[in-house]
């Protein structure tokens, strides 16, 4: 007896995007690699903000407690006719099943759709995602008269308890769901096609592997590839595909006549040669600008759809960590100091009382990626004017170390297209952030969390132990970023000196 293949709304939008992934998502879950622990964190964050979402209708009917497909189909029938707001209600019709975030009354006898997203704009897959709940309300006979979008207004700012009808702006997107409906029953049909066959369809790789969302499946398709392919080419990935699809994957292999901007010339000249380009004058000049002591600085921060404290708006950047390495000379043994904040309290005013006890008023700031540093500074001083003309001192003096790398003044094969300080570091030097417990900042700001139980996820705050091991990994990691800055600048200053 051939099986009955269910499409939900995530396996149609996973369909939209690749085919091959939908395939997986209904044939071989089990062989899709599991989220990480930072995944998980903003999977919870949108759970949250779903939860928020239902307290602009408190005499909602919440169906998302129901664990069983049949009885929440079945829950769900029972009481439209109650006509009242259901969060998370169901329904199905043929292959297709769906649920709705907010299903509300609208008139006699229709309802109006709304979909939560912890986004802060209108994108392309919410208006898929929409059409396929209409359709398969209106096909399963719950008539639905508009459509909206409720997403986070980044314009709010909390004062007291957090205000849902503040927090959320409520956009009709009736109009770009229908356009977007026509050919949905196709789309479906090829769905559905593609799901019952006994092995995925062949599908090659492009854009569409991390647009709209990163697929959890690229490594396992993209495996063929050389190290240096043509996908780390800079800029768009627009000439990259046109490469693909003309049979050339190493960058090492592009004809010399193929049009390249000036920075893939470089990747090019560098892919052959194996060699680093370097431009020593304006190295020089980068260096030489330079005024001692160095103060090699960066920060980490984190930022949430709900706002943690008094006056801060979603999203909004707050920085809870700082390192600092002091150089007097290029080869003098650098001071280290920095700051993590402790508890769940807002970390910003304390974190700037003992930043400015470390920098002195002469030496230039060396960071990497000048404008997060200089935005995260401007918003401090906004936020807290006594400290205002302190940082506008200090902006001045912000040297960025990105720059040489950014305009390809050195680049090296082996940095991949990228100039991020995770890259370049290991290209420059012989050291890398590889094995590191924490290696990226969306790492950091999820563990900061995590560890001072200041953002409601719904789990358990960590035991003494897990808290102190994760405190060590954070100041290790901030550390490795201005230290590391140290070893890049002075492999440079060997380049060129």
Known sequence: MDRKIIISKSKYLAGLQCLKYLWYQVNAREEIPEPGFTAQFIFKQGLLVSEYAKKLYPEGIDLGKIGDLKEQLVKTSELLSERKPLFEASCSFGNVYSRADILVPADIDRWDIIEVKSSTQLKEEHIHDVSFQKYCFDKAGVKIRKCYLANINNQYIRKGDINPGELFKKT?????????????????????????????????????????????????????????????????????TQLYNEGILSIKDIPDWYNLTLKQKIQLECAKTEKPKINKSEILKFINNLEYPLYFFDFETFSTAIPLYEGVKPYQIIPFQYSIHILDTIDSQPRHYDFLAEGAEDPREELLLNLRKQIDETGSIIVYYELFEKG?????????????QWIDSILTRIVDLYKPFGNFHYYHSSQKGSASVKNVLPAITDLSYEGMEIAD????SVYFLYICGNYDTGESCPAKEEVEKVRKSLIKYCGMDTGGMIHILRALVKEVV
């Open 172 to 240: 009709d997107i009736t109009v770009e769901v229908e356009e977007i409906l026509e050919g949905i029953e196709d789309r479906i049909e090829e769905i559905l096609e593609i799901a019952a066959r006994q092995s995925p369809p062949e599908i090659f790789i492009g854009k569409h592997c991390d647009e709209p969302y990163s697929c959890p499946l690229k490594d396992r398709c993209w495996r063929f590839l050389p190290d240096n392919h043509i996908f780390n080419l800079y800029g768009n990935k627009d000439k990259a």
């Open 376 to 388: 995260v500074l401007k918003e401090l001083a906004e936020t807290f004017p006594d400290y205002s």
């Open 441 to 444: 900042g969306m790492a950091a």
